[in-house]
């Protein structure tokens, strides 16, 4: 899977996931929002995510709190929101 992070309106980071077919640039397009903070490929391995690689056409990179910031958006729903909805 792939994946973008974005700085929503309020300067929250919105991670976006999607499938491989799919471009960076693609999925860029189809965002409401100006900032892309960073991007890559994600992988599942346990109960932790895995964040890497990047994208030029986007001119973003993995980060290395993009998988707590993902991890945070699939928190149980009693726990507080740790992602904007």
Do not use: W
């Not at 890559?40 to 932790?48: P, T, V």
């Not at 890497?52 to 729903?77: K, L």
Request: glycine share 8%; aromatic share 10%; hydrophobic share 40%.
């Amino acid at each position: 899977m792939k994946y973008l992070i974005a700085e929503d309106f309020t300067g929250q980071p919105v991670p976006f996931i999607f499938p491989d077919r799919v471009t960076h640039a693609d999925m860029r397009e189809q965002l409401p929002y100006t900032k892309i903070l960073s991007a890559g490929y994600i992988l599942l391995r346990g109960e932790h995510f895995i964040c890497h690689g990047g994208d030029a056409d986007v001119n973003a990179v993995a980060g290395p709190d993009d998988a707590s910031i993902i991890q945070g958006c699939f928190a149980p729903a009693s726990a507080a929101p740790a992602c904007p909805a």
